[in-house]
């Protein structure tokens, strides 16, 4: 096990294997369970939406496979960063680590959004104050607050000190699992099988348009590599509690996806209001019961936040160590010893998105697929190829059939990202998705360019 002692500038080491557990699954878990459940059947049918989590969970337990190697033999802060710089050099690395941050950041963003979908919900008066109209939706002054307040807070924590965000982190996931617990039961009690019609939508265009949307619903297991350095477990640890994160989460989504699909039939799943708490108070018959849904949804909210504002701030803190960003971002606290600055742009970021509206949630989930699922590519590819190049690499946590798995990581991939280009049956929306994108790759220019300036390459 590596040394746990810490000096003044260091990163600390002293996260549980419960907390990187916690901190993955939650990280996974989101809001998105809660709130667009019902978009997942409707575009694809409750079938159709199971196939898409089946085939999309496996393309990531075969990649998380890869990260399970490599952060075992690599724990350093800023995981994809380190994997693809070994492997591929400068260049690559900054463009694999900016996509992922996209990633990163964009989850947080919508959590900041999300989390005055629980607010109104429970105090519908706060949806007061109209901005504008964006989307479709409206956008009000009260849900804006909520989501800045929220995010100030989130952001305070985390630059507090990795151990008080862990601490939170492990407490809102036992939320989540209670939550859970109260559909699939309620669900299993009462639930009938004739509610799951229609069992596909759309066809295979049905099923691609929510196999898109998995990706970001699994991101999350590679915070464990972004924060390798704070971890105080044996290497090879590192690499299975990774690899069973990703398990229970593909699981979760699947018990979703069946709590929701025999509770509520295809009207009830339409119905305005926030899908999962509807289902919860079918199967129970009682309001309480979609309530504490709700509340298990702020959990996922406050989880996948908390660890994408800890992923993205590590992966930013790696880029500037490497002198890939400016330095500044770089900068830990003098007293709490984390990357308070690139916390602070994190929190930025989150602090102006809900001023898009609602509509930005979706918007959001799709863009960043596309980044995430290039990042995985490149991490697979990095994978194969330090297998070659160093093959005698201390790896703690060896992958068995290393070139058959990482083969098929990279292919699925590939597959994955043809499904958001142009001629796809699920495309990313002009201009708004790949506004995105675009606007992430500019800003991620001029400051890698700023940081070449003042320290050229090595």
Request: proline share 4%; glycine share 12%; aromatic share 10%.
């Amino acid at each position: 096990m590596a040394d746990t002692q810490s000096t003044e500038g260091q990163l600390k080491r002293e996260l549980s294997k419960t907390d990187i557990l916690a901190l993955s699954f939650g990280a996974m878990i989101g809001w998105s369970w809660v709130a667009i459940a019902g978009d997942w059947i409707g575009r694809g049918g409750s079938l159709g939406a199971g196939i898409a989590f089946v085939f999309g969970g496996l393309a990531t337990l075969l990649i998380a496979l890869t990260y399970a190697e490599l952060a075992s033999a690599m724990p350093q802060a800023g995981g994809e960063h380190v994997y693809t710089e070994r492997a591929l050099g400068h260049g690559w690395s900054f463009i694999v680590t900016w996509s992922i941050i996209f990633a990163y950041v964009g989850v947080a963003a919508f959590e900041s959004l999300a989390i005055a979908t629980v607010a109104e919900h429970f105090w519908p008066s706060i949806k007061t104050g109209f901005l504008w109209h964006i989307g479709g939706h409206d956008v009000f002054a009260g849900s804006v607050a909520v989501g800045m307040a929220t995010t100030a807070l989130i952001t305070l924590l985390n630059i507090r000190g990795i151990r008080m965000a862990a601490i939170f982190q492990v407490l809102a996931t036992i939320l989540i699992i209670i939550g859970g617990a109260v559909l699939v039961t309620g669900t299993s009690l009462t639930g009938d099988v004739a509610n799951a019609e229609p069992l596909f939508v759309g066809g295979i265009a049905g099923v691609a348009g929510v196999l898109v949307m998995v990706p970001a619903m699994l991101i999350g297991f590679d915070v464990i590599p972004q924060s390798a350095e704070e971890i105080n477990l044996p290497f090879r640890d590192i690499g299975r509690v990774l690899i069973f994160s990703v398990a229970c989460a593909v699981l979760w989504y699947m018990l979703i996806v069946y709590g929701v699909s025999f509770s509520l039939d295809d009207a009830g799943r339409q119905a305005p209001g926030i899908t999962t708490a509807l289902a919860a108070e079918r199967a129970w018959n009682s309001k309480t019961a979609g309530d504490l849904l709700v509340l298990a949804g702020l959990g996922g909210i406050l989880t996948s936040w908390n660890a994408f504002v800890i992923g993205g701030s590590r992966a930013l803190y790696a880029l500037a160590r490497a002198g890939h960003l400016p330095r500044r971002m770089g900068h830990l606290h003098p007293k709490y010893n984390t990357p308070w600055v690139a916390v602070g742009l994190i929190g930025l970021i989150c602090f102006l998105s809900p001023l898009l509206g609602r509509q930005a949630l979706i918007w959001i989930i799709d863009a960043t697929g596309i980044a995430i699922v290039f990042a995985y590519g490149m991490v697979s590819w990095s994978f194969l190829k330090l297998r070659k190049i160093e093959p005698d690499m201390d790896r703690p946590y060896r992958v068995k059939h290393g070139r058959i798995v990482g083969w098929a990581a990279v292919a699925m991939s590939v597959f994955m990202m043809t499904l958001y280009l142009p001629g796809s049956p699920a495309a990313l929306i002009w201009p708004w998705e790949w506004g995105m994108l675009a606007g992430w790759a500019t800003l991620g220019l001029v400051l890698y360019l700023m940081a070449r300036f003042k320290t050229p390459a090595r």
